[in-house]
């Protein structure tokens, strides 16, 4: 985490040292183009992160660093300075994270609420939600079975985070799937395709995943199964 700021500071400078000359900046090698992106992108990660920044002293302590000369403070204060940084950096994180985790729990629970009343819709104990688009007649997966499937996810405000490759079903083990998968999969016979609404607890909880999963989502599924096992042997008495 150190090491991360102390770069994010050191970028920040150098993206910023053709400030100065903005209109004459023009982006002329893979090297401008590389350093431009730099600059952008760890502005952005500073303004997201809430640091307060002077231009002008971090211009200055940029310079005093890469000079050799005697800096402004000692050593101790530029250490502790770094790591208080670091410190309300991580707890501003946390604050935020677990606000929004608070809030998409209570946006999930309020959709899985009305949800359930809904035509056709079928709420289990758990918390899992479902509702059957197409029936199907074949084998039903186990928890150690592969299977092929379709599928498409996305949040409640329809953000699409995943999806199979069109025309092309993705083929995953049963026991690496989200909670909320298995114990749908385990009653979908192959051929059938199923809306499936997942609570937090039964998909990624308070950690999240990815950029686009946050903490506490619920989550929204299309999921078709189209074979169970489509690649195992056959042996006599067992199965490959």
């Known amino acids: 985490m150190r090491l991360k700021i102390t770069l994010i500071c050191a970028m920040l400078v150098i993206s910023t040292a053709s400030v100065q000359a903005e209109e004459a900046a023009q982006l002329s090698s893979k090297s401008d183009v590389l350093n431009y992106s730099i600059g952008v992108e760890t502005a952005r990660n500073l303004k997201k ?5 002077n231009l002008e002293m971090i211009m200055k302590g940029m310079k005093d660093g890469l000079s ?7 050593e101790k204060v530029l250490k502790k300075t770094m790591t208080d940084l670091q410190t309300d950096v991580r707890r501003k994180q946390q604050v935020s994270r677990k606000e929004r985790g608070e809030d998409n729990k209570k946006r999930g629970e309020a959709f899985l609420a009305a949800n359930k009343a809904k035509e056709g819709v079928v709420a289990l104990p758990s918390g899992l939600q479902y509702r059957i688009l197409r029936a199907g007649s074949g084998a039903k997966p186990l928890d150690q079975d ?7 996810g996305t949040l409640l405000d329809g953000t699409e ?3 199979s490759q069109e025309g092309k079903p993705a083929l995953l083990a049963m026991k690496s799937t989200i909670p909320g998968w298995r114990e749908a999969l385990r009653n979908m016979p192959v051929g059938s395709k199923w809306q499936l609404f997942i609570p937090p607890h039964l998909a990624y909880g308070a950690r999240g995943a990815g950029k686009e999963i946050g903490p506490n989502e619920t989550l929204l599924f299309d999921v078709e199964l189209t074979a169970v096992n489509p690649h195992r042997k056959e042996v006599t008495g067992n199965s490959k």
Do not use: C, S, T, W
């Open 49 to 53: 992160q809430g640091v307060d920044i």
């Open 68 to 74: 050799g000369e005697k800096i402004l403070i000692p």
């Open 146 to 152: 592969m299977i092929e499937v379709n599928y498409r």
């Open 161 to 163: 985070f995943d999806a």
